[in-house]
Each structure stands twice: as C-alpha cells, then as structure tokens.
C-alpha cells in the first residue's frame, strides 16, 4: 500500500508542474492537505452506498442502563441490535412503533422491542435495559478512516488504487488552494478519478462478493 510520504511527494511533483507558492508546501502543510483529502473521500465514499468502512462492534450492558455513550471514530449508525438468547442480535427500531411485538430470528416467540433515539451523542433506550450483560448490544456503523500519524505509515487497505490516485490530486488541489492558487492544471484528472472511484464503489456494492486486488 501507498504511504503517506509517497502521497507527499506524488503530489509535490503535481504541485511543481505548475506555478507553484515557492517553499510554501511544507511538510505540515501537506500533511494537512493529505488529512483534508482522506476526510473529503470518506464521506464521499459514505454518501456513494452502504458497505464501505462499514463495522461492527458490541458493547457490555448493565442491568437498567439507559444510554449507550457513542464512541468517536462513528460516523453514521446503521443498526442497534439487542441479543436475545446467547447468540441471536434482533434489530432495535428507531423511535417508532413502541409497544408492538417481533419475532426473533428462527424463534417462535415473540419479544417486546426496544426502541431508541439519538440525543446528545448517545443511544438512548425506550426503556431500561433488562439484564445486560456482555455483548448485549451490538451497533453496525460507519467510521471514518484510521488518523495517518507518520510519513512511514501506509493508507488503510479500503483505499483501493483509484482512491489514491484521488488523494493524490486532491492533496495537491488542498495545498494549491492554501497558496491562494483557485485554479489548477489538473482539475479535469481529478474529475476523472473522482468518477472511478464512483464507479468501483457501486459495482463493490452491487456485487455478491468483492475481490480486492493486493498487487
């Protein structure tokens, strides 16, 4: 995978194709171009369908908790899920339809549903929770990606090779627009990347299994 110094110079030598702010890309500034690039094609990515950084996670419960604290790294929450049993999650609903029943995945009996809201960044409950215990809610979410923190450290694997790309040019678009430089030579590539990673997203969505090529 790509690191963040290759990302760097990549886009330096971009930068320098043109008329470039001399000695204004600084290392600092670039990593602050680089950071603003990753996080503009994250939500991007998030915007363009389900399944890209999408997680797991469960959380222990205590018997008549009210509120679940929402950790940082989420972004968008797309299921609460209790346990019932030892080792089947039945969704939560949001906010509606209190008072009614479901059933259980390959069960019989029905229970009655939690439901929940999302106030002051926290899940809170309809009701207490009953029991608890551990792994007894489990969220699926989307997170952003993992902070880059050196010049050494590669990009996340999620970001294929049309992403980087994107980064790259994005970067570079990022630094040119701290100098002042609104315009750049390479907008229309730019535009172009942005337009593969549209599409390899929608066929990563739209196909039954996905197979990332490592080379």
């Known amino acids: 995978m790509i690191s963040r110094g290759q990302i760097k110079e990549k886009s330096r030598t971009i930068l320098n194709r043109s008329a470039a702010v001399k ?14 690039a990753m ?9 363009a369908g389900e399944g890209w950084q999408t997680k797991y996670r469960t959380y222990t419960i205590d018997d008549g908790q009210l509120f679940l604290p929402i950790d940082p790294d989420i972004t968008l929450i797309n299921e609460v899920a209790v346990l019932v049993g030892d080792t089947v999650y039945v969704p939560m609903l949001y906010n509606e339809l209190r008072g009614l029943t479901q059933a259980a995945p390959g069960a019989v009996s029905t229970i009655a549903p939690y439901t929940y809201q999302i106030v002051d960044n926290k899940i809170y409950f309809s009701t207490s929770i009953a029991g608890g215990g551990a792994d007894f809610i489990r969220i699926k979410f989307t997170a952003y990606p993992d902070e880059i923190k050196n010049d050494s450290q590669p990009l996340p694997a999620h970001f294929d090779k049309a992403m980087q790309w994107l980064i790259i040019y994005r970067s570079a678009t990022s630094a040119a627009q701290m100098a002042g430089k609104a315009n750049t030579e390479w907008a229309n590539t730019e535009r172009l990347w942005y337009a593969k990673c549209i599409d390899v997203m929608n066929k990563r969505i739209n196909q039954s299994r996905f197979i990332r090529d490592f080379c």
């Open 39 to 47: 996080d503009l094609i994250a939500v991007e990515m998030f915007l």
């Open 23 to 36: 000695g204004y890309y600084t290392d600092e500034r670039m990593d602050q171009a680089i950071e603003e």
